[in-house]
């Protein structure tokens, strides 16, 4: 009876483990763990201008996405672990996915990891380029929400994912690791259309940090391996028919004590083919930098200025520029919870080229459109400013 009792126990802790996140030793070689994670941010946001009109009202996922999953591992000997990682991103306002349809519509991923010889892992993942270079960017101190490039055009933000994809890290080489990924089209008879290729090097010395990146997405409109990707905004929905974009980023940071500074560039490339619905390349570049100060233990201010300008635009001379300040103050109210205010300034001038209905583009004038929070709602003119105040809890 004691030993029907013990594993009547057993499996019943078992069966909590993915909702209290508790590590479990099962045996004397192998240990096991899943934890549950999450995050829940709303926030009261002003816009100035969305398609015409200021707007008031509350919006979530703003300094960090709203999402949960659950991340396990499994120490199967030898220096090796079995990974896995399942995440969900939803609508904390209203409790609905923030992709209709995917239940782990942000990650979803099994793997090896081996601490000598680095990590592979298949599934639904984010790009190395956003992981290594996209850490040190704008988005990973000002959030994508208000400090993202405009429209997130170079994806430096959580917008873009892969499907199909199997991805190697190195590990740490005296503070060096690299990565690539490699995204399946599914094509019958034909393994290049629809692929999706990304590779990345980050190098950590001391104060200083640098990361740059390389990703090349092919038939955007169609591709099986393509999961999400922002062609969403007017900066670049003129180019969401194109054949193939290349993008390339690079990051650095110099920390000292409080203080922190960096730059970050992108390029961002899009070709035509067959099927698009625009016949001349369209190139945008742009040039940031950032920096955060910690006033106390519990308060930290950063500040970012972004200029993106699109050098080729599809034969536009007069191709669109974008200039846009962002700023950020937090407070920790404990080691979970933060109190945050936003305020973003973009100011855009020149001509762009959108998409026009489902069977063309057009030519415009170029608006302003703030982070990537405002994608949907950009600014029926050349400026727009955006200010939140939220709470953000990690658990």
Do not use: W
């Not at 499994?74 to 904390?92: A, P, W, Y």
């Not at 020149?350 to 489902?358: D, F, I, M, P």
């Amino acid at each position: 009876m004691n030993s029907l009792k013990r594993a009547r126990t057993r499996a019943l802790v078992l069966s909590c483990l993915p909702f209290a996140g508790i590590v479990l030793s099962s045996g004397a070689s192998a240990q096991s763990s899943v934890t549950l994670y999450g995050v829940v941010d709303n926030a009261f946001t002003y816009v100035s201008n969305q398609k015409g009109h200021s707007n008031f009202y509350m919006s979530q996922g703003n300094l960090q996405a709203s999402k949960f999953g659950l991340l396990g591992a499994e120490d199967i000997g030898g220096g090796t672990k079995v990974i896995f990682r399942l995440e969900s991103g939803f609508n904390s306002l209203t409790g609905a996915q923030s992709s209709a349809g995917f239940i782990f519509n942000r990650q979803a991923y099994v793997g090896l990891s081996n601490d000598r010889y680095g990590t592979v892992t298949l599934g639904r993942q984010y790009t190395p380029y956003f992981q290594m270079v996209g850490a040190l960017g704008p988005t990973g101190v000002l959030t994508g929400a208000t400090g993202a490039h405009p429209g997130d055009l170079d994806a430096l933000d959580t917008t873009l994912r892969l499907n199909n994809s199997v991805t190697y890290l190195s590990p740490n080489l005296a503070g060096l690791q690299f990565s690539a990924q490699y995204g399946l089209g599914g094509v019958p008879g034909s393994v290049a259309n629809g692929s999706q290729f990304s590779a990345a090097a980050r190098y950590d010395y001391q104060p200083f940090a640098i990361a740059v990146g390389y990703l090349k997405l092919k038939d955007i409109a169609t591709s099986q391996a393509l999961g999400t990707y922002a062609v969403n905004s007017p900066v670049n929905s003129g180019y969401a028919t194109a054949r193939s974009a290349q993008l390339f980023a690079a990051a650095a940071r110099y920390t000292h004590q409080d203080l922190m500074v960096g730059v970050n560039y992108s390029n961002v490339q899009y070709a035509p083919g067959n099927g698009s619905f625009f016949t001349g390349e369209g190139v945008f570049n742009t040039y940031g930098v950032i920096s955060t100060y910690r006033i106390t233990p519990a308060v930290t201010v950063g500040a970012g200025y972004s200029y993106t300008q699109a050098s080729k635009a599809n034969g536009i001379s007069d191709a669109a520029r974008y200039q846009q300040v962002s700023l950020e103050q937090t407070y920790n109210l404990s080691a979970r919870t933060t109190l945050y205010a936003l305020e973003a300034y973009q100011h855009a001038r020149g001509k762009t080229l959108v998409a026009a209905g489902s069977t063309g583009t057009s030519i415009t004038d170029a608006v302003a459109v703030v982070g990537d929070s405002q994608n949907t709602t950009p600014s029926s003119g050349p400026s727009q400013f955006v200010g939140m105040v939220g709470l953000r809890h990690a658990f």
